[in-house]
């Protein structure tokens, strides 16, 4: 089992920035990717960007340039930093770890809000 904990949402105007954090703790060394995934309101959920365990990393168009994900392994913590961020940004954002033996483990999700 794995356990994901979200934190670093919030409230932010637009063009400001965010930085997103995921702590694993568990079986963290099944897992082999990570990543955020993101919910707006009358949509469904989203990828927004993803991390391997050798540092490849994966972003939707939507935020490449201003989205940076990154992996603190001896932390077992995964960071999605957001810079201009816009309206259409606003969702709840989730953290998703891949486990090697095939289980999907899903945070709680941390909302994050901008106001134009």
């Given at each position: 089992?794995?356990?994901?904990?979200?934190?670093?949402?919030?409230?932010?105007?637009?063009?400001?920035?965010?930085?997103?954090?995921?702590a694993a703790s568990g079986?963290?060394?099944?897992?082999?990717?990570?990543?955020?995934?993101?919910?707006?309101?009358?949509?469904?959920?989203?990828?927004?960007?993803?991390?391997?365990?050798?540092?490849?990393?994966?972003?939707?168009?939507?935020?490449?340039?201003r989205g940076t994900i990154?992996?603190?392994?001896?932390?077992?913590?995964?960071?999605?930093q957001m810079n201009s961020?816009?309206?259409?940004?606003?969702?709840?954002?989730?953290?998703?770890?891949?486990?090697?033996?095939?289980?999907?483990?899903?945070?709680?999700?941390?909302?994050?809000?901008?106001?134009?």
């Amino acid at each position: 089992q794995v356990q994901l904990v979200e934190s670093g949402g919030g409230l932010v105007q637009s063009g400001g920035s965010l930085r997103l954090s995921c702590a694993a703790s568990g079986s963290i060394f099944s897992i082999y990717r990570m990543g955020w995934y993101r919910r707006a309101p009358g949509k469904q959920r989203e990828l927004v960007a993803t991390i391997s365990s050798s540092g490849l990393t994966n972003y939707a168009d939507s935020v490449k340039g201003r989205g940076t994900i990154t992996r603190e392994n001896a932390k077992d913590t995964v960071l999605l930093q957001m810079n201009s961020l816009k309206p259409e940004d606003t969702a709840v954002y989730y953290c998703r770890a891949e486990s090697i033996t095939g289980d999907d483990y899903w945070g709680q999700g941390t909302q994050v809000t901008v106001s134009s």
